[in-house]
């Protein structure tokens, strides 16, 4: 299943300017098996950056097969990981040991990871452990599904890596890439959109690209969707994966960047006058430094800032501790109807066509992640209601200017689109 988004697109005007951040430069060191190296993902993943305007330097141990505990004592990954200084290492275990009985994930599984997280301070305690949470077989694992039940499914073997991925991440003070999870979006809302080789294990060329992206923002914390690199894939596949790496990592960045010191410059803001609080959204404890667009800055935490004029001013945000720093730009402005004075919500892309008489059409991503679709005027009032199983949208509208709105079951905004009228 792919998008499919008209090819004219006579008018599209976003709310907010998307944050932007600094072009970035990362040494990873890739250690796992074949779930690393099929299709070369590791190379995709720096071209992929390339196309982002980023630069991926980077090596990869990663042998058919092994496990943590092969690499704990692998005389080559051991000398990859002393070789120079990382920013990040990356850790994926064999595909179904983490989905195995906690007893026996506790004894298999979680020292070695250890193992390897140690060996991986002692050359350098600024890098940053990342674990590669991996992908359920397509029909769970039949050859030890007789003993443990619980993994005789996609879905219960999934929960299994899941767990442990997570349980790997929290005992080393890690951070995690969520392949896994972002595979389970793709699993459920696009079946068509097959993963696997004729295997049900390893990832064709569209698993392997949606492991790119995921890992690219875990990386880069930023967004893929609009990467022009499809690696052979059709664009419209290819913007179906991004934007499941991006409604999975990004959206939820926090949640899977708690732990660790690997600090990303992320913040919101509200306004009320010209007066504007700003919040910084990552967990990670980090030196702050703000540059409000006037000349103004600041070091605090949560700063609120009041501006003397109205007009648009690009604020600065820099996050940073003693290994790493990460800045990015918004765009305030100020002085204008309050639809610009909402918190800044995740995008996403949204065509709009009109015919200059009031006629709107508009299309919607296809991904169910968001329960319904809303339209308000510049008041705040609700004018149309729409519900998501409807991704091709016509309606007329009085014109004027008006606020589009997604919505997840409870209530929670997933993204804004500015819709002007004609």
Known sequence: MSFHF???????SVLFVVCSLQATTRKVLFIGNSYTYTNNMPLMLQTFATAMGDTLIYDESDPGGYTLAMHSTYPATISKIFSQQWDL???QEQSQLPAFPPAEVDTEVYPFAHALDSMIHLNDTCTQTIFLMTWGHANGDPMNCPTYPAICTYEGMQERLRESYLQMTLDNNAIVAPVGAAWKVAHDSFPLLWLYQADSSHPVVAGSYLETCVLYSSIFHKRTYGCTYNAGLSTTDAQTLQLIADKVVVDSLRDWQQYGHYPYAGFKHTQSGNTVTFTYSSPIFSSYSWLF????????FAP????TSPGNFVVSHTAFNDCFSETITDTITLGTTGINNAIKENLYPITVSQNGNGCVSFMLPEIKVYDAIEVFDIKGRCIR???SDK???TDSFVPGIYILKAFSQDRKT???NKLVVY
Request: net charge negative; no cysteine; proline share 0%.
């Open 304 to 307: 609120v800032h009041t501006y």
């Open 6 to 12: 008209k090819s004219s697109i006579l008018f599209v």
């Open 385 to 387: 209601h729409y519900s």
């Open 293 to 300: 667009g006037d000349g103004v800055s600041d070091t605090s």
């Open 391 to 393: 991704h091709l949208i």
């Open 89 to 91: 290492v990356v850790l």
């Open 414 to 416: 997933l993204f804004y």
